[in-house]
Structures are given as structure tokens and as C-alpha cells.
């Protein structure tokens, strides 16, 4: 008796706005190509409890993503800079931002230049 | 110093960005390629402020949130310092609240946009501010120039002269000055009427401008006197360029009146050594040569140098 295992499902890749962008596209492919560094910064950062670098990494992305035609990724990031400095202390703060970063690191992981 | 020289922008302006994310700088270099401006990238705000003191961008684009330094304190560092406070500062920063924004322009920024930016509207916003930046800049070389001659006017050459005789008196460097006073300009008035005055004086400005050096500043004095500002040069040799500047004006031919000669008669007085920085003594030496110039019988050039006291005895050239 075989029963098949379902494929585990692709997630669907984001697009850049401007992957048409000819002038763009180096740059988006550049900056898709970093994006599991800076997810690993942030997931070390979450893990070892360092508010302050998730901070800065969080705002340096919010910042650069929307520049590069991914708005929703920047929303998430300034999402998940807001709940830092929304509240003072560390360990309520990381509690408070799990789900806020689990859709960060969702978005980064999709984010593609559009070509393989 | 030629005032037409200096009253044009170059074509390429200097865009200093002064922003913590290497993102940023790659983004703008990218968006601003079709604009026509050269883009300088700095990540450490200290070295941003090093670097807009030596080379004087058209303008900064400030982040505000930078580890080390925060944008606020760069930009108040800025407009506190002699050298950079004219430079126009927009503030380019994710930092969006009503009160920040206030905080920024009453600093000195003169404009604010918000990050993640819109290309489209920071490029129009950068033109904007490079276009009134070239604007005042013009404006205020305008109010320096004489308005019949073309040549610096008095407030420039008390600016110039004040700078210089300070600077002489920590270098110990040669610096001159020179006064030239058209001879018997009334009676040109008088007979060829105020047009060939005026003639003659934007001739006279001609002559002065292409016998002087690109170094030496020409002014209008008031009238029908000129004064030449003449940095690293010792007096001999600024009597020198003025016995050139006597005979080329008295050789010169004057279409309105052929028959008539113009002479001017001149003034100098300068100094070889360090002096005590006091610019009005080179004005009263220059000044009093030319009082002796004119009792002579006009037509000539008196000079003296100054000695470290600054007193000088006056000596026909």
C-alpha cells in the first residue's frame, strides 16, 4: 500500500513593483541576494535577545525595501520597529513582535528578482 | 578674480549624501543617474561633516537616525560653521512625525521627505532646491558687482580687503593695494557730455580687468576711482602691473572723442612682511600716494611700503 506525500507547498514569489525596471534590475537582484544574510542577522538577533540590532536591522530595511519595489516588505519591517520602541522593556517587547516577525522573514523569503 | 567667472554654477553641482544605509546610496545612485549632478556617499556623519567643509557640495541629503551621530546634530554642526551654513540641507529620513519635521527645518533644513522616498518626487524636490541655491548664490554675487562697470563693488573689495590683510598678517605673505583715479574726469562730462563718461569708465573698467592678474580683485571705488586688491604681491611689482595699466590706458583711443587722451593717475601701497592687521592703514597709504600722484602733475604712479609699524614714506615709481 503507497499513499503519496503531497509536495509541500511552493510559496508564492513577490515581485518587485519595478522588475520591469531595466535600470533596476541589478540592483533588485543585489539586494533579493542579501536578503537571507540580513534574515539570519535578524533571527540571531531575536534569538540572542539584542533589541537594539533588531532595531537598526528592522529600520535599515524598512527604509531600503520600499526603493527597491518591495513596499510590503518595508511595512513589515517598520511593523516590527514600531513594537520595539513601543515598548521599553526587552523581553515583553521581543514577546510582543514574534508574529510581526514571522511575517517579516515570510515576505524576505519570497521576495524574488523575478528571474532564476 | 574675475566677478563673471565666479557668478556661474558649474554645470555639475555636488550632492553630498550623508546617510547610515549603504541601500540608500546604491538606490539614489541608480534613481539620480539622469540627473545632472555629481553624487558624493558618506555612511559616518563625522566624515560627511569633514567633507562638506572641504568641498562645499550645492547640497547635502541628510538621514537623520545614524548611529554615532544623529542627523540633527550634523545638520546644526552644519549651519554653526562659517563654511557650510549657506549649503541647503534636505532632510531625507524615516524619522516622519509632525514634530521632527518641525525640529528639521528650524535647524535650517529646506526640506524634509519622508523615507521609504518616492524617486519621482525627491528628484523634483532636489531640482527645486539646487535652482533657489543658484538663485541666492546669484543674487548675492549681484549685489557685490557695480552695476555700470561690471567690476566688484566697494562692500566686495571692504570684504576682500579685510580677509586678506588678516591673512598677510599670519603668513607673513606680500599683499598690496592700488588706487587709480581718473585724471580730469569732470571735464569729460563736462565736454562730451554723461554718456561718454560712462564710456570712459567701462573703458577704463576693460582695461584694468584685462591688464590685471586672475588673482587680483578690480573694484569700482565710488565715482570715477577704482581700487585694486593684489594678494601675494610685493609693492614693487604691484607699482609694476599699475605703470602698465597708466600707459595702456593712455595709449587707448576713445570713440567718442579721439582727440581727447585719457590718463589716470595711481596710488599703491603694500607691504613685504608681516603687519599688524589693520586694513584701513592700506587704504589711507594708497590713498595719500595718490594725493601725491595728482600734486605732481598726474599721469603717474606713487608707491610706498609699509614697514612692520606700519608707517611708510611715499617714493615716486
Redesign the interface.
Known amino acids: 500500500m503507497t499513499h503519496s506525500t503531497p509536495p509541500p507547498p511552493t510559496p508564492s514569489p513577490l515581485l518587485s513593483e519595478f522588475s520591469n525596471d531595466p535600470?533596476?534590475a541589478e540592483?533588485i537582484e543585489?539586494?533579493t541576494s542579501e536578503l537571507p544574510e540580513r534574515v539570519q542577522a535578524i533571527l540571531a538577533a531575536v534569538g540572542e535577545g539584542r533589541v537594539s540590532d533588531l532595531k537598526?536591522l528592522s529600520?535599515?530595511l524598512?527604509?531600503?525595501?520600499?526603493?527597491?519595489g518591495f513596499?510590503t516588505l518595508?511595512e513589515a519591517a517598520g511593523r516590527v520597529e514600531d513594537g520595539l520602541r513601543a515598548t521599553a522593556d526587552p523581553t515583553t517587547a521581543l514577546k510582543a513582535i514574534a508574529e510581526d516577525v514571522r511575517a517579516l522573514v515570510d515576505l524576505c523569503t519570497r521576495a524574488s528578482a523575478g528571474k532564476s | 578674480m574675475d566677478p563673471t567667472t565666479t557668478q556661474l554654477e558649474d554645470a555639475r553641482p555636488t550632492v553630498l549624501v550623508i546617510d547610515d544605509s549603504a541601500d540608500v546610496h546604491r538606490l539614489l545612485k541608480a534613481r539620480l543617474k539622469q540627473e545632472e549632478v555629481e553624487l558624493v556617499s558618506v555612511t559616518d556623519p563625522r566624515e560627511g561633516l569633514s567633507i562638506a567643509a572641504s568641498q562645499t557640495p550645492a547640497l547635502v541629503l541628510l538621514d537623520l537616525d545614524m548611529p554615532g551621530m544623529d542627523g540633527f546634530e550634523v545638520l546644526r554642526q552644519l549651519k554653526d560653521t562659517p563654511g557650510t551654513h549657506h549649503i541647503p540641507v534636505i532632510v531625507v529620513s524615516g524619522m516622519t512625525s509632525m514634530q521632527d519635521k518641525v525640529t528639521a527645518f528650524e535647524l535650517g533644513a529646506v526640506d524634509f521627505v519622508c523615507k521609504p522616498f518616492e524617486f519621482t518626487e525627491l528628484r523634483v524636490r532636489l531640482r527645486s532646491a539646487l535652482r533657489v541655491h543658484r538663485l541666492l548664490q546669484m543674487l548675492s554675487t549681484r549685489a557685490q558687482l557695480d552695476g555700470l562697470t561690471g567690476l566688484w563693488n566697494r562692500a566686495y573689495f571692504d570684504q576682500r580687503l579685510s580677509e586678506e590683510v588678516s591673512r598677510c598678517a599670519r603668513s607673513g605673505r606680500p599683499m598690496a593695494v592700488a588706487i587709480a583715479d581718473c585724471d580730469h574726469f569732470k571735464s569729460i562730462n563736462d565736454t562730451f557730455g554723461h554718456p561718454a563718461g560712462d564710456a570712459v569708465l567701462q573703458g577704463l573698467a576693460k582695461i584694468l580687468r584685462r591688464e590685471c592678474r586672475n588673482s587680483d580683485s578690480v573694484c569700482r571705488y565710488g565715482g570715477e576711482e577704482f581700487v585694486i586688491l593684489m594678494p601675494d604681491t610685493k609693492p614693487a611689482d604691484a607699482a609694476a602691473v599699475c605703470e602698465r595699466i597708466r600707459e595702456a590706458i593712455e595709449a587707448a583711443v576713445w570713440p567718442r572723442h579721439p582727440e581727447r587722451k585719457v590718463t589716470a593717475s595711481f596710488g599703491v601701497a603694500g607691504t613685504s612682511q608681516a603687519t599688524p592687521n589693520n586694513p584701513t592703514a592700506f587704504v589711507d597709504a594708497a590713498d595719500k600716494n595718490l594725493y601725491v600722484s595728482k600734486k605732481a602733475g598726474r599721469n603717474r604712479v606713487t608707491m610706498t611700503e609699509l614697514s612692520p609699524s606700519l608707517t611708510g614714506t611715499a617714493a615716486a615709481a
Not at chain 1, 62 to 68: E, I, L, Q, V
Request: hydrophobic share 30%; aromatic share 12%.
Open positions: 535600470e533596476m540592483l543585489s539586494f537598526r529600520h535599515q524598512k527604509g531600503a525595501a520600499g526603493g527597491y513596499p518595508g
